[in-house]
């Protein structure tokens, strides 16, 4: 009985191995595995084995049985034989090969900035939206950037021709600060406030030369809090909260002062980061801040007598890399699947 399981597997083993296409396969099954199959019709005689040695035999039967069975399995998923009708064999209902076709993610600038929103969300900021095309009034003149003024110089941004021709000329944003005239604009127009308290994330667009710290298009949060009383303390605050929130504890971090057109008194705001692993941290300027000077209010019909408040804008990019130790802003827009699995 043991020589005649040894040699119905040897043989049943190279038969399959030798059918080459499904219908073989299945002539296979049914000669060796089917209910009137080669090892179905050994099984009476498992009655006829001397009583010592059933055990052994049972086994031995058994271990051919799941050799064969197994054989056949492998076989018949392993897809070198087409199935005949490869149809009706595909369940549609199963799971796909997601380790073959790669999981998706969202990018890791998407990421940074809804990881903002949330922080600033529950110090109690809403999100403002604005547009990426915007005109002269809202990029400069009502955020006190006045004709003539170095920052409109045509090498420094991308105007756009303008098939209506509009009165004023338009262009891509250059910041995010464009948005606080927009809520501000707005709030008044529809009388919902002040008290405004919105941050504002999206792409500015600036033609400098790409580097490792340049990109000609890159993404900012604005931030805008008008309230009555409003000080350079309550920016302070906010934006020494923000820093623990969103970089840990330890963040270590300074306000520098500096000028910009639209905040008086105004300043840089700087964080000391490794961007390389293992590297010593220096200081990196994160954005500007400041107090909304009073002609920015006034342009949209925000009375500064009775209200008061502060703005602030980052890079998300460099939030991003601060964070992530990222060393150069191009990996962020290359979209190398090597860089961004790892994140
Ligand atoms: N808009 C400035 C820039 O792009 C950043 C900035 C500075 C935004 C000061 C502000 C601010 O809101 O108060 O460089």
Redesign the pocket.
């Known amino acids: 009985m043991l020589d005649q399981l040894a040699e119905l597997e040897t043989k049943g083993l190279s038969e399959l191995d030798a059918a080459a296409d499904a219908g073989a396969i299945e002539a296979w099954r049914i000669a060796y595995l089917g209910s009137k199959g080669r090892l179905k019709a050994l099984m009476p005689r498992l009655k006829d084995v001397p009583k010592e040695d059933k055990a052994a035999v049972g086994k031995r039967l058994n271990e051919v049985k799941s050799n064969l069975e197994g054989a056949f399995k492998a076989k018949s998923s392993g897809g070198d034989a087409v199935p005949a009708s490869a149809g009706s064999m595909i369940d549609m209902t199963e799971p796909g090969l997601i380790d073959s076709a790669g999981v998706g993610r969202r990018h890791i600038i998407t990421r940074v900035r809804d990881e903002l929103v949330e922080v600033f969300a529950q110090m109690g900021f809403s999100v403002a939206e604005g547009p990426e095309l915007e005109d002269d009034e809202h990029n400069f003149i009502k955020l006190n950037i006045p004709q003539g003024h170095p920052a409109r110089e045509p090498i420094d941004n991308f105007y756009v021709d303008d098939p209506l021709k509009s009165s004023l000329p338009r262009m891509l944003r ?4 464009t948005v ?1 005239i927009r809520t501000m604009e707005d709030a008044v127009a529809k009388g919902w406030g002040p008290p405004i308290k919105v941050i504002s994330p999206g792409r ?1 667009y600036r033609p400098d030369t790409v580097d490792a710290t340049h990109s000609f298009m890159f993404h ?1 949060i ?3 809090h008008l309230d009555r009383d409003v000080s350079m303390v309550d920016l302070k605050t906010t934006l020494f909260q923000f820093a623990r929130a969103y970089f840990g504890e330890g963040a270590d971090i300074r306000l520098r002062p500096s000028f ?1 057109p ?2 008086e008194p ?1 300043a840089e705001f700087d964080m000391k980061i490794a961007l390389k692993p293992g590297a010593e941290p220096a200081w990196i300027e994160l ?4 107090m ?1 000077d009073p002609n920015v209010l006034q342009a949209c019909g925000v009375d500064p007598e009775q209200w008061s408040g ?4 980052f890079g998300i990019e460099r939030l991003a890399m601060g964070k992530y130790n990222i060393p150069d802003i191009r990996l962020l827009f290359e979209n190398d699947v090597r860089f961004l699995e790892q994140l």
């Open positions: 250059s910041q995010t600060s606080q500015v900012q604005e931030g805008l910009f639209f905040t105004s954005g500007g801040c400041g909304v502060f703005a602030f804008g």
